[in-house]
């Protein structure tokens, strides 16, 4: 068998290699045949890892976080633990990429709920409502979301990304209210973002310090209020 018909590279590049080190030149095998190697390892390792990342993310919704075991995950994956801690090498490591993956979903699926047609204010109410229906569908794996969420954000004493793009969203929602005349105009748009976000957030917050908070009710009613406070005629 050729020597070419080993290795999966351009024909043209492998004779330009020839020419330049020799045709006997081993060297050349050694390392292209060694990235190639290298590169199915890296890719089977990374598929290895989402689908652990995978596996936990449903069984953290089937079953929340703290039901969630390295050894059920294992055991569904079916590898060893020794070779789930290569990969997340704590409970801990493996909590937070999959509260930031969660939490990645649930910033675009949020920040959506501001596309589309509708009126700015009524897309102001959207965003508290399906924030309530959520709360009621997925009521512990959210409440988990919002701990390390809340928890990240007084950590680095800086709103998280997910909050940063939610709040560029509504802004540009707002802002095309104020021209298209739906919403009051004697405040800039950034300023009634921060308004509407910061109720927004403040009801998760408060759920996040108490589990018996009424966090339902309370979207629905500070979506009204939050609509209240921006439309134009306040």
């Known amino acids: 068998m050729d020597r070419r018909d080993r290795y999966p590279v351009r024909p043209d590049l492998w004779c330009r290699l020839q020419r330049t080190l020799g045709p006997h030149n081993f060297l050349i095998e050694l390392i292209l045949g060694g990235a190639v190697v290298e590169s199915r390892r890296t890719r089977k390792k990374h598929e290895l890892r989402e689908r652990i990342l995978e596996v936990a993310i449903r069984q953290v919704g ?57 009126p700015a204010a009524d897309k102001v109410l959207k965003l508290f409502e399906f924030a309530a229906s959520l709360t009621t569908t997925q009521h ?19 709103p998280s990304g997910n909050l940063s793009a939610l ?5 540009t929602v707002l802002a095309d209210g104020q021209r298209a005349g739906e919403i009051r105009v004697d405040l800039d748009a950034t300023i009634l973002a921060d308004v509407v976000i910061g109720m927004f957030t403040s009801v998760f917050t408060n759920w996040a310090d108490d589990v018996a908070y009424p966090i339902s009710d309370r979207l629905n009613t500070f979506g009204k209020l939050a609509v209240e406070l921006v439309a134009r005629g306040a």
Do not use: C, M, W
Not at 67 to 90: C, R, W
Not at 167 to 171: G, I, L, M, T, V
């Open 62 to 118: 089937e079953r929340g976080l703290a039901a969630t075991t390295v050894g059920s995950i294992a055991e569904e994956v079916d590898i060893s633990q020794t070779t789930f801690f290569n990969y997340f090498p704590s409970k801990a490591v493996l909590v937070e990429a999959v509260i930031g993956r969660l939490s990645d979903l649930l910033g675009t699926v949020l920040a959506d709920v501001g596309s589309g047609d509708e």
């Open 140 to 158: 512990r794996v959210l409440r988990d979301i919002v701990i390390e969420v809340v928890h990240e954000s007084t950590l680095s004493e800086r």
């Open 167 to 171: 709040h560029e969203s509504y802004r």
